[in-house]
């Protein structure tokens, strides 16, 4: 059974960094295409960033290009989001997810096929 597990969010100011983790179980790094979703309050579900763990391609949403980056450590089965320079527009609940499969671009929430439970971001400014 596929498992996803965030960690790290929490209360950053204006222009902070925060580092979320997401430690998976149940699946074979190399099969899954996995991402961060966010959504923030009253808003819809965004695609933030996604990496194909079989060669480590990594992709992200016009909004966070040159502040996020996707990295992952396949030895502890774990991926991580480092958010930089971050404004009041990120806040959001960040969910890990996983797509069975290859990306080949950014994956859209709807291309996920299992979530973790999300962990708060708040950006204040």
């Known amino acids: 059974e596929v498992h996803l597990v965030e960690s790290g969010g929490g209360l950053v100011q204006d222009g902070g960094s925060l580092r979320l983790s997401c430690e998976v179980s149940g699946f074979t790094f190399g099969n899954y295409a996995i991402g961060w979703v966010r959504q923030a309050p009253g808003k819809d579900y965004e695609g933030v960033s996604c990496m194909s763990t079989h060669d480590g391609s990594t992709y992200y949403a016009d909004s966070v290009k040159g502040r996020f980056t996707m990295s992952s450590d396949n030895a502890e089965n774990t991926v991580y989001l480092q958010m930089n320079n971050l404004k009041p527009e990120d806040t959001a609940v960040y969910y890990c997810?996983?797509?069975?499969?290859?990306?080949?671009?950014?994956?859209?929430?709807?291309?996920?096929?299992?979530w973790g439970q999300g962990t708060r971001v708040n950006v204040s400014s």
């Open positions: 997810a996983a797509s069975l499969g290859y990306a080949w671009s950014l994956l859209t929430f709807r291309d996920y096929d299992y």
